[in-house]
T-cell receptor, first 111, second 109 residues
């Protein structure tokens, strides 16, 4: 049982390049989330998907787009990467009990 | 504004030296307070959920308690494997958790 799987684990981009972070969960959860984690700032919600077919902005959505491809998969896209988007990105999912289950993270550096 | 503050930022303990971590929060209508453990290079791992003042949860050497304004994570007789960053979060609506910055605990043998 893999839980929440994110790819890639590491990525280096140049300013202006685009990329997509992939996330898949195998727990049959309805809700999925993308967070970013920066030193001293805690986890901040970028976008979430309450259920298949819906997506909503979180606290820090600017510069990002998301796609809920199906119940299992939720991707995060950076259209034109900026150094301020250097961070660790976590995908998470939740079921009826409300607690979040996180992936192992994707470490992104934008030069 | 919903806010979660954790203290201290870092805690260094000797093996067996019990201590407590604090999570203070301001949120209109608490709908759950969560504790997570995060190891270096890993994603947060769920520990506890608390819903009402006076509630307590325990798991091995960890015990979480909740009042109307704060939560404590007590670590009793810690071992080196308890070294991690402990995150606190409060649910502010159906889909949003507001996280604190975490307390990094280091337990020396």
């Amino acid at each position: 049982n893999a839980g929440v799987t994110q790819t890639p684990k590491f990525q280096v981009l140049k300013t202006g390049q685009s990329m997509t972070l992939q996330c898949a969960q195998d727990m049959n959860h309805n809700s999925m989330y993308w967070y970013r984690q920066d030193p001293g700032m805690g986890l901040r919600l970028i976008y979430y998907s309450a259920s298949e077919g819906t997506t909503d902005k979180g606290e820090v959505p600017n510069g990002y787009n998301v796609s809920r491809l199906n119940k299992r998969e939720f991707s995060l896209r950076l259209e034109s990467a900026a150094p301020s988007q250097t961070s660790v990105y976590f995908c998470a999912s939740s079921g009826n009990t409300g607690e979040l289950f996180f992936g192992e993270g994707s470490r992104l550096t934008v030069l | 504004e919903d806010q979660v503050t954790q203290s201290p930022e870092a805690l260094r303990l000797q093996e067996g030296e019990s201590s407590s971590l604090n999570c203070s929060y301001t949120v209109s209508g608490l709908r759950g307070l969560f504790w997570y453990r995060q190891d270096p290079g890993k994603g947060p791992e769920f520990l506890f959920t608390l819903y009402s003042a006076g509630e307590e949860k325990e798991k091995e050497r960890l015990k979480a308690t909740l009042t109307k304004k704060e939560s404590f994570l007590h670590i009793t007789a810690p071992k080196p494997e308890d070294s991690a960053t402990y995150l606190c979060a409060v649910r502010v609506n159906d889909y949003k958790l507001s996280f604190g910055a975490g307390t990094t605990v280091t337990v020396r043998a």
